[in-house]
Structures are given as structure tokens and as C-alpha cells.
T-cell receptor, first 113, second 109 residues
């Protein structure tokens, strides 16, 4: 257990539905990252926050994806109008600013039918 | 383009064998991570390197900055070492990790 938690751990949804995932980072960590990992591949960066500010977004993050970190603590990642191509493991990680070590959560596995 | 390449993609060995996994990257980095991912998805950081060599138990990680190459070695491999090993880097000036595609290691008893 790294101290980073994610909820839910698994989500099965039908195409076209909206889904929301939550990440709770280590409490004193001000940086929070979202990654996506498809089967057999390494994770890919989606976005990151420093406190409540979203500082960088990947081009992978289409307009159907939105992430928030309203109080600089937990974060949510919402996918609207899900597509089968969104099926993946969504990983969250946190770190202290100006440190390179990230602590990963267990991930949320999304299956879109 | 900032890229990270790992080899091999899959590796099967017998218990006790010496294991080497390689990682190459395209441009200068500020740090390189070796990560371990077990079935079910959880990722654990094994090492962070910016130069030289680090050792933890049976695991050794080395990096050659000039060659833009790192290796992860496992001595006296054991079936519990079976996992996916991922190399990830911070390219200089970047705030995000770029990951290799991972190496799936299977150690048979």
C-alpha cells in the first residue's frame, strides 16, 4: 500500500455512459498525476495538478475527458460518452513538488461494453 | 520525439538465473525510474537514478548517461519476481514521466 487510493477499482459500463473516478493522494503531496494504461503497454500521461491548478494536459485527453482537483486534495477524472477505446487502467500518482518519486495508486480498471 | 524503449518485451527464465532488462531513451533526462507492476495493476517504485548504480537486495540498477541507457538486473531470480518491469524517465525540463512499454518477466520454478 503506497498511501494513494483510487475508487472504484473496477468499473464496467456501457458505451455512451459517463463515468467518474476518484483519487486520494498522500495527504501532504501537492502534485497529482493521472495516467492511462492499455493492455500490454506502459502507462501514458494524461494530466497533472499542482495543488488545485491543472498545469498540463496531454493531447490524449479529448474533450470527453475532464479532471478536477477542487481543493488541492483528492482528484476526479470524468469520462463522458464513453467509447470502447476508453477501456484501460486509469492510474493516479502523487508526489511532493520538486521531487521525482511518484507514488502510484492501485488503479481503476475501466471496461466499456 | 522523447521516447523510451525497453528490451526484451517478454522474458522467461528459470529460478536462480541472472536477469537483465534494458532501457534506452532518446534525449537528456533529469531522472530515470524502474517500476514493478504486479497483476492487478499496482505499481511500485524500485529505483530512481540520475547517475551511477543502485542496489537493493537482489536488484541492481545502473545508468550510463552518455549512452542514454539503463539496465535493471535481478540476481538469483525467484518466481515471486515475476511481474512487469517498467522504465520511466523525466526528460529534462519536463514535469511528467514518459514510460517504456514494459518487460513481462516470468520466472519458472
Amino acid at each position: 500500500d503506497t498511501g494513494v487510493s483510487q475508487d472504484p477499482r473496477h468499473k464496467i459500463t456501457k458505451r455512451g455512459q459517463n463515468v467518474t473516478f476518484r483519487c486520494d493522494p498522500i495527504s501532504e503531496h501537492n502534485r497529482l498525476y493521472w495516467y492511462r494504461q492499455t493492455l500490454g503497454q506502459g502507462p501514458e500521461f494524461l494530466t497533472y495538478f499542482q495543488n488545485e491548478a491543472q498545469l498540463e494536459k496531454s493531447r490524449l485527453l479529448s474533450d470527453r475527458f475532464s479532471a478536477e482537483r477542487p481543493k488541492g486534495s483528492f482528484s476526479t477524472l470524468e469520462i463522458q460518452r464513453t467509447e470502447q477505446g476508453d477501456s484501460a487502467m486509469y492510474l493516479c500518482a502523487s508526489s511532493l513538488e520538486n521531487t521525482d518519486t511518484q507514488y502510484f495508486g492501485p488503479g481503476t480498471r475501466l471496461t466499456v461494453l | 520525439k522523447n521516447e523510451v524503449e525497453q528490451s526484451p518485451q517478454n522474458l522467461t527464465a528459470q529460478e536462480g538465473e541472472f536477469i537483465t532488462i534494458n532501457c534506452s531513451y532518446s534525449v537528456g533526462i533529469s531522472a530515470l525510474h524502474w517500476l514493478q507492476q504486479h497483476p492487478g495493476g499496482g505499481i511500485v517504485s524500485l529505483f530512481m537514478l540520475s547517475s551511477g548504480k543502485k542496489k537493493h537486495g537482489r536488484l541492481i540498477a545502473t545508468i550510463n548517461i552518455q549512452e542514454k541507457h539503463s539496465s535493471l538486473h535481478i540476481t538469483a531470480s525467484h518466481p515471486r519476481d515475476s511481474a512487469v518491469y517498467i522504465c520511466a524517465v523525466f526528460f529534462q525540463g519536463a514535469q511528467k514521466l514518459v514510460f517504456g512499454q514494459g518487460t513481462r518477466l516470468t520466472i519458472n520454478p
